[in-house]
């Protein structure tokens, strides 16, 4: 079946602030669930608390905003009771990594098929400006009148560390990757992490600017493409390469670096470490975006109803009181 | 052959198993009491065991006891006191002292009296028997370790593994006491140890000398003959609370035609729920432990809006983790039962014992005006019905269900005649393919009689739909802050919840219905203890009454009525009055004596008789 974008929209107000990021990202979600062909009603979108936690209601699909930091907890009960239906979990920094942390972690060892949209804009915005568990050390924010003394979390680390089979990264100013990459977490059997680099225009205004203004981007960032050179810069002229145990960034043709030595993406690879290292790259390193790690591995809502099927297949047990009577049982007699 | 010995025949028999908490005492009782439920007779058990997994060998605080109660007639608990203790070492004997009646048969292993164990428990003198003024009662010292050992010199086993066996020498010595032939026995131990083929002959060894060793003794003790009940026809099979609640759920789920999902986390003693339903497989139950509490009751949401009957087991801690969830369940009318079994708080508490110290947690823990229906179970055997219940009134009524049972009545088994579930009620939800109102559907429209929503399950085309913990609009569904809109939710949600009490049965008053001039109120596990005194006052020619409530939120119907029907009124139970002020906040003008214990141990029935009587004669 074909779908267009519209067919996912509600006619729900968006009350987001004008030129908030997560405009953009909604679009987006709208572009990748028509670009996956799956009905709306087949479709449910879960989320925590947090302004990225409202997105629900803009969909037309089923929808379920819940409580804070449980949304990774609930879209696994959703997904493991019906796994024919297809899950996805909006959340924040706070919600997802603070006070949802725990259920995010168990997700993604679990390796529950939903997919996972995690909008990081690194403020808490609808209690109004406080820090984030994503936050720089020493930020400035009202609960941190003086600067944090404490280091954030980087999700991929979170993710990875957690057993994780599929994580992507996008800004929100780039919707044709951040569509293609949400359309490539969902095809992902088992969870998937899509961290979208988000702008809080009203409390965190410009915080992701280093990395996404139009000027710099280029150079700052590199879209990381399966099977493909790890190639970045305004022409394409600079790429990663390995240096000892360490990546670096190169210009082809300078210090004796050629197109030869830059590293291919190989998403597809079980070992985590060289993802690892391309998720913490920043600094002088341009940022990865796109599919960083993309590995199959057994979803836990299929193992769950395969476990069920196998036990059904040796056991003739189907009602409770056939259960009940092949126990230790006596009868009374008249 | 044996000595003529003097045999009573009693209606009712108190029996303790008693010992190391690494003894196996759980596994002596569970059997025995198997043993007198297929011979007919009514069967009441308590097992009674320490937090600890495994306290220093021989400490009074390692002691783990099994109580079973057996009588030719309707037996309603583990009983007050012991007719026969089997005390395995001497700080089993300590513990138990206060525990048995007059003439008490006391079964030891004598060989576990050495000069340490004494030290072990406790004790100053080397007479431990003179030392607690054990005076009457009937003494069988056996050398039950050196008998066994002996026993299975032939086997090949290690003395450890030999002198393990000792538990099903009493087993054996105790069935002789009895008369219980011991084939049941010796198949129950053949398939527990079935991958141990040694260790089962070995067991089935012990057994049978202990038996031998009764029949040999020439002892003086009398012993026991109890007539077989008549029971109601049917098969019977021998159950405890928790995996009643289990297959509560398992029957509601069959007869709503839904899958059965249950989120979950350990902790005691709800856990044997969890251990239960993960086992379900062959009935297609998805029962799964996930990383904490609240993440059991979420996943168990999730589960609910994905259209499954879902639930959630805790005990009391896990309960106040809960409640955010619970409070969402409430907002978004979703289907859900909560089991809490209760046990000795507050905090982490008493977490082995038994108390009724939640009902108001259940009934006001949340944040906002959130009602929910509770209820709670009686008896071993009711956690069935409730639970049932339980799922019928989540699912009829799109609400969150907060099941309340306890330590006492979980651990407690008794038999349990296997129901015929197509004399159960049906369990029909309000699916959206029910709405027949010329308004479009949206996600809050209700049923106009019952105030219940429709359930519009993912998955169903044109359907689609967005809930959660915001408040709605009572028409669109949408997101709403509207002051008088929000009047009427609250309003909305405790309506649909007190229009359940036209939906559950009447309070029912046993005993002496028209005259009685004290009526007994109870709710939840102490039913049996209140039951026993009820009859027991009454045969001693008072006017007694007994109104158990099973129904706590809303309250049945009738219960105003009731309640001020009798002159005097006590309401019992195992809290500081939860429930008594519950009611007095229910019933105007209503004011009852109150009788309360919080000992972590189940009520002493003799102490209800007396305590009853002096309120009776005030």
Redesign the interface.
């Known amino acids: 079946m074909k779908f267009q974008p519209k067919d996912f929209k509600s006619d729900q107000y968006v009350r987001w602030c004008p030129g908030c990021g997560d405009h953009a990202v909604l679009s987006c979600v709208h572009k990748a669930m028509a670009e996956q062909g799956v009905a709306p009603e087949n479709i449910a979108v879960i989320s925590g608390i947090g302004c990225s936690s409202r997105l629900p209601y803009y969909m037309n699909s089923y929808g379920f905003h819940t409580i804070h930091g449980r949304g990774a907890a609930i879209a696994t009960g959703v997904k493991t009771a019906n796994p024919a239906l297809n899950v996805w979990l909006m959340t924040g920094d706070g919600d997802c990594l603070a006070i949802g942390g725990n259920h995010f972690i168990h997700a993604v060892r679990r390796n529950v098929d939903i997919n996972i949209v995690l909008f990081n804009n690194k403020i808490y915005g609808l209690t109004k400006g406080q820090y984030s568990p994503t936050s720089d050390r020493g930020v400035i924010t009202k609960s941190s009148p003086f600067g944090t003394v404490e280091d954030p979390f980087v999700p991929a680390e979170l993710a990875l560390g957690a057993r994780g089979n599929f994580f992507a990264r996008v800004i929100d100013v780039d919707l044709k990757n951040t569509t293609d990459v949400l359309a490539a977490s969902a095809r992902h059997k088992g969870t998937s992490v899509v961290e979208v680099l988000v702008n809080c225009v009203i409390f965190n205004d410009g915080i992701h600017k280093r990395i996404t203004d139009k000027e710099f981007r280029s150079d700052r960032t590199i879209v990381l493409r399966h099977g493909e050179k790890m190639r970045f810069g305004r022409d394409n002229e600079k790429g990663i390469v390995l240096d000892g145990l360490r990546l670096k960034a190169v210009t082809i043709g300078q210090d004796g670096y050629t197109l030869e030595d830059v590293l291919v993406h190989d998403a597809h690879e079980t070992g985590v470490a060289l993802h690892l290292m391309l998720s913490l790259m920043g600094g002088d390193m341009p940022v990865a975006l796109g599919v960083i790690r993309d590995v199959e591995a057994p979803a836990y809502d299929e193992c769950v109803e395969r476990q069920i099927a196998s036990v059904r297949s040796g056991n003739p047990v189907r009602t409770l009181h056939d259960l009940l009577m092949t126990g230790e049982v006596w009868e009374v007699k008249e | 052959m044996a000595e003529q010995t003097k045999v009573v025949t009693l209606e009712k028999v108190v029996v303790r198993f008693s010992g190391d908490s690494g003894d196996g005492m759980q596994l002596t009782g569970t059997i025995f009491s ?1 043993l007198s ?2 011979l ?1 007779n009514d069967i009441s058990t308590f097992p009674d065991f320490p937090a600890e997994i495994r306290a220093p060998q021989g400490s009074l605080s390692g002691v783990s006891g099994f109580q079973v109660h057996l009588g030719s007639r309707k037996i309603f608990t583990p009983g007050d006191k012991a007719d026969v203790l089997v005390a395995m070492n001497p700080a089993a004997l300590k513990v138990n002292v206060n525990y048995l009646k007059p003439y008490a048969i006391v079964i030891v292993d004598i060989d576990s009296f050495q000069k340490s164990d004494l030290e072990k428990a406790q004790f100053t003198t080397d007479d431990p028997f003179t030392e607690l003024g054990l005076t009457g009662i009937q003494l069988v010292a056996a050398p039950i370790s050196t008998m066994v050992k002996n026993g299975l010199s032939e086997f090949g086993l290690d003395t450890k593994s030999a002198v393990r066996c000792k538990n099903m020498f009493a087993l054996g010595l105790v069935c002789w006491l009895f008369d219980r032939p011991l084939d049941e026995a010796m198949y ?1 131990l053949q398939s527990k140890f079935a991958k141990k083929p040694p260790i089962a002959r070995a067991n089935i060894k012990a057994l049978s000398d202990g038996y031998n060793y009764g029949c040999n003794i020439h002892a003086s003790v009398s012993t026991y003959r109890i007539e077989s009940k008549k ?8 159950i405890n609370g928790n995996k009643a609640t289990s ?1 509560g759920l ?2 509601a789920a ?1 007869k709503a035609g839904l ?1 059965l ?1 249950l ?1 979950s986390y350990p902790i005691t003693p709800a856990t044997d729920i969890l251990q239960e339903l993960a086992a ?5 139950v ?1 029962a ?1 432990q ?3 509490e ?2 059991g009751i ?11 009957l ?1 639930a959630t087991s805790t005990s009391g801690p896990g309960l106040a983790l809960k409640s ?2 619970i ?2 369940a409430v907002i ?1 009318e979703l289907p859900l039962v909560v089991i809490d079994v209760q046990r000795g708080g507050p905090s982490t508490g008493l977490p082995t014992k038994s108390e009724q110290t939640d009902l108001l947690q259940a009934l006001y823990g949340r944040n906002g005006e959130s009602p929910v229906v509770v209820i709670a179970a009686s008896t071993p055997t009711d956690c069935f019905d409730a639970a049932f219940w339980a799922g019928k009134l989540a699912l009829e009524h799109m609400t969150p269900v907060i099941l309340l049972t306890d330590s006492f009545i979980a651990n407690g088994s008794s038999a349990w ?2 129901p015929n ?1 197509e004399a159960y009620p049906e369990i029909k939800p309000k699916y959206v393919s029910e709405y027949k109102d010329e308004k479009p559907w949206k996600a809050y429209r209700r049923d106009p009689e019952t105030f219940v929503r429709y359930w519009a399950v ?13 408040e709605k609009d009572y028409d669109t569904g ?2 709403s802050t509207e002051p008088l809109n929000h009047q009427k939710m609250v309003a909305t949600r405790q309506a649909k919840i007190d229009k359940i009490a036209g939906f559950i049965p009447e309070l029912e008053v046993l005993g002496d219905v028209r005259d009685a001039e004290l009526l007994l109120i109870g709710w939840g596990g102490t039913y049996g203890h209140l039951s026993e005194a009820l009859e027991i006052m009454r045969e001693n020619g008072k006017k007694v009454a007994l109104a158990h409530f099973r129904f706590i939120n809303p309250l049945p119907k009738n219960t105003a009525d009731v309640l001020h029907r009798y002159k005097k009124v006590v309401v019992a139970e195992q809290n500081s009055g939860q429930f008594a002020n519950y009611l007095r906040s229910k019933v105007p003008g209503f004011n009852p004596d109150k009788f309360n214990r919080i000992k972590g141990q189940p009520f002493v029935v003799a102490r209800l008789v007396e305590e009853f009587t002096k309120l009776l004669e005030a």
């Open positions: 198997y439920a297929i007919g129950k029971s109601a026809p049917g098969f019977y099979t021998d297959y398992i029957a069959e899958q999902f989120g379900r497989k062959e009935l297609g998805k799964l996930f990383e904490d609240i993440a979420c996943t168990a949401i999730g589960a609910a809006f994905a259209g499954s879902a955010e969830a409070g969402l978004a005649r296997i579930l993912p998955g169903t085309p044109g359907f689609a739909h967005r809930i959660g913990g915001l949408s997101i």
